[in-house]
């Protein structure tokens, strides 16, 4: 998005997350890694599901291996209406990818003290694969002959992301260049979404179109955060809307209830 961000350091005693990291099968692929960046407030079963459709569409496409997935929730800076703490969000999502055999959490952009852009964050997750300072030294990869090759960043997001960047000064038309013509995009398609439309409407998706990549959802789920919230507030049941690990936290710590901040 458009809104600005100060220069952003690693938080104290950050780590960049790599256990569920896989190591590449077929040295033919592009190796990939996808990010979706988001509020999670709080993280649901759509969000997990996104991951997994990406999966199976980008597999099905042949010519990516994917070798993990990353939620990356955004700072307190945000601002955004219905916003838990930070750390309670990262908490949530880190009970919710227990399972994953592949899906972390990063927690770089929910640490920071100033709203960090989309764009900047995937230079981030590029810098942390494939940058001077990661540990194959900024190589990416290694492949089974002994050389190494980049490893692709892309933005993971449902198609009310696509309907964003039509909004009139919401994104930076150099950060959509940037994230798309660089990075390229995974975006799931959700009900009431045109996703082809606004692909043929907006300039920079448009000029990007190639590396932006369209899942189909082919069993619909609309559940969303704002609802989930809504539900709390009026004392109703969130029980198989959102994995039963993160439903506990949420009671535990009386999230999202009239009183709570």
């Known amino acids: ?7 952003a350091t690693d938080p104290e005693g950050y780590e960049f997350p790599r256990s569920k990291l896989r190591t590449l099968q077929d040295p033919s692929k592009i190796p990939l890694v996808v990010v979706a960046c988001g509020s999670y407030s709080p993280v649901t079963y759509l969000h997990l599901r996104m991951f997994e459709i990406a999966y199976d569409a980008l597999r099905d496409q042949g010519v990516y291996e994917v070798l993990g997935g990353y939620f990356s929730p955004v700072s307190d800076m945000y601002s955004k209406p ?38 900047t964050v995937l230079d981030h997750f590029h810098e942390q694969l494939n940058g001077p300072d990661s540990p194959s030294g900024g190589r990416g990869i290694l492949l089974p002959d002994g050389s190494r090759t980049e490893i692709r960043v892309m933005l993971l997001a449902g198609g009310d992301l696509i309907q964003s960047f039509a909004v009139p000064n919401l994104w930076a038309t150099a950060d959509l260049n940037h994230i798309l013509g660089k990075y390229g995009c995974v975006i799931i398609e959700r009900t009431g979404a045109d996703v082809h439309d606004f692909l043929l409407s907006n300039d920079s998706l448009h000029q990007h179109r190639k590396k932006v990549i369209v899942c189909k959802q082919y069993i619909h789920n609309d559940i969303n955060s704002t609802k989930i919230r809504l539900f709390i507030r009026r004392g109703m049941s969130i029980k198989y809307l959102l994995p039963d690990r993160v439903v506990d936290y949420i009671h535990e710590h009386k999230l999202y209830l009239p009183d709570s901040k």
């Not at 998005?1 to 220069?7: F, G, K, P, Q, Y």
């Not at 750390?87 to 952009?109: F, G, L, P």
Request: glycine share 2%.
């Open 1 to 7: 998005m458009s809104t600005s961000s100060l220069i």
């Open 82 to 119: 219905g916003l838990a703490p930070a750390s309670h969000r990262i908490e949530m999502c880190q009970r919710a990818v227990e399972t994953s055999s592949w899906i972390m959490v990063d927690t770089w952009e929910p640490k920071q003290s100033s709203y960090q852009r989309t764009a």
